[in-house]
């Protein structure tokens, strides 16, 4: 049974520039949350999809967007990226309201 | 505001010298209380959620107990293997997000 998985694992980009992150769910879990972890601080909520709709959203901007597919993937795109953007982004799926299980993550380098 | 803090932040200890990391918990109607590792570089393991006070669940060296205001993660007799930073999270009733600690990040000496 293959775990969360995401794509690419690393990413350099420059800023200004656009980015799209992957997302595959555990099998059998319906629901996609993403994190973005600073060096040295625990995973702070970027937002939930569920029935390919954005169901919460933490406290981050607009720049930050998502999207859910039919099979349950989903991707999250950060437009005109800045230096602070730099980051470990960690997708988790759940079939709520049971607990959430991370992927490997994609450490984004902005330069 | 819904809150988690762990202690210490960092933590040394010697093989087979059992320890216990703290987290402090302010939230509105908890949902789900859980322990999850994470080695450098990697994504959260999960190790346990708890649900309501009094419960305590465990896992090899590991135990997690919950009271009203706080969880402790206990390790026994910990193996070099066991060094990783282990992080407390909660969530609230009718809430979808997870809120995390800055985490415990313990190191096991041989």
């Known amino acids: 049974d293959a775990g969360v998985t995401q794509s690419p694992t690393h990413l350099i980009k420059t800023r200004g520039q656009q980015v799209t992150l992957r997302c595959s769910p555990k099998?059998?879990?319906?629901?996609v949350s993403w994190y973005q972890q600073a060096l040295g601080q625990g995973p702070q909520f970027i937002f939930q999809?569920?029935?390919?709709?954005?169901?919460q959203r933490g406290n981050f901007p607009d720049r930050f967007s998502g999207h859910q597919f039919p099979n349950y993937s989903s991707e999250l795109n950060v437009n005109a990226l800045l230096l602070g953007d730099s980051a470990l982004y960690l997708c988790?799926?759940?079939?709520?309201?049971?607990?959430?299980?991370f992927g490997p993550g994609t450490r984004l380098t902005v330069l | 505001e819904d809150q988690v803090t762990q202690s210490p932040e960092a933590l040394r200890l010697q093989e087979g010298e059992s320890s216990s990391l703290n987290c402090s918990y302010t939230?509105?109607?908890?949902?789900?209380l859980f322990w999850y590792r994470q080695d450098p570089g990697k994504g959260p393991e999960f190790l346990f959620t708890l649900y309501s006070a009094g419960e305590e669940k465990e896992k090899e060296r590991l135990k997690a107990t919950l009271t009203k205001k706080e969880s402790f993660l206990h390790i026994t007799a910990p193996k070099p293997e066991d060094s990783a930073t282990y992080l407390c999270?909660?969530?609230?009733?009718?809430?979808?997000?997870?809120?995390f600690g800055k985490g415990t990040r313990l190191h096991i000496l041989p």
């Open positions: 099998s059998g879990h319906d629901t």
């Open positions: 988790a799926s759940s079939l709520p309201p049971d607990t959430q299980y």
């Open positions: 939230v509105s109607g908890l949902r789900g």
């Open positions: 999809y569920y029935e390919e709709e954005e169901r």
């Open positions: 999270a909660v969530q609230a009733g009718g809430d979808d997000k997870i809120i």
